[in-house]
């Protein structure tokens, strides 16, 4: 991600003296500066850069789906001076990969047991539910200009925040197709 001066937002485990991610921003000339917070692995500023809303814990290491054990991740809030404090910590699930956008913070949650793009406002209220897909789980999120484009089985995705549209964006590859040559 991004810092709102305009540095790279990273996770890394070089700079950490446990096996853990710690977040990291690097200017232009390659000055590194750690966020002081423990197994953060993914996070997004507001606009102001004073709040980072972060994901602790980078992978929940089995591939069990709907997990909702101890290192299920979970969307937190750090404000610079402050202490950091769990916002999805009512659901024992999956709530990862947070994105602020005017007030709000964009989140994937298997609430309702698919991994589904959701939102809530930035102390962890007014939850709400964007897309409603079954069977398949939303992966990767990007967020910019206030729409997300997410990855949904072999498909990209795009969701209008200010218009609640979810649409499949259409991709079409030329191929010279080798298979159809005549063969000698």
Request: glycine share 8%; hydrophobic share 35%; proline share 3%.
């Amino acid at each position: 991600g991004w810092t709102p001066a305009g540095k790279i937002l990273f996770a890394t485990s070089r700079y950490s003296t446990l096996p853990d991610h710690q977040l990291a921003a690097i200017d232009n000339d390659n000055r590194v500066e750690l966020v002081p917070l423990s197994q953060a692995a993914q996070g997004s500023y507001d606009a102001q850069g004073g709040t980072l809303f972060f994901t602790r814990l980078a992978h929940q290491g089995s591939s069990t789906k709907r997990y909702q054990g101890g290192t299920a991740q979970r969307i937190w809030k750090y404000t610079s001076g402050h202490e950091a404090v769990p916002l999805t910590a009512d659901f024992a699930g999956t709530s990862k990969d947070a994105m602020w956008w005017k007030g709000r913070v964009y989140f994937l949650s298997d609430r309702d047991g698919t991994m589904n793009l959701w939102s809530m406002d930035e102390n962890g209220k007014s939850l709400r539910q964007h897309t409603r897909h079954q069977g398949w789980d939303i992966q990767s999120p990007s967020l910019s200009n206030g729409r997300i484009a997410y990855q949904l089985g072999a498909d990209i995705h795009l969701y209008d925040i200010a218009s609640a549209a979810d649409k499949t964006v259409e991709i079409e590859l030329s191929s010279d197709f080798d298979h159809l040559r005549e063969h000698w």
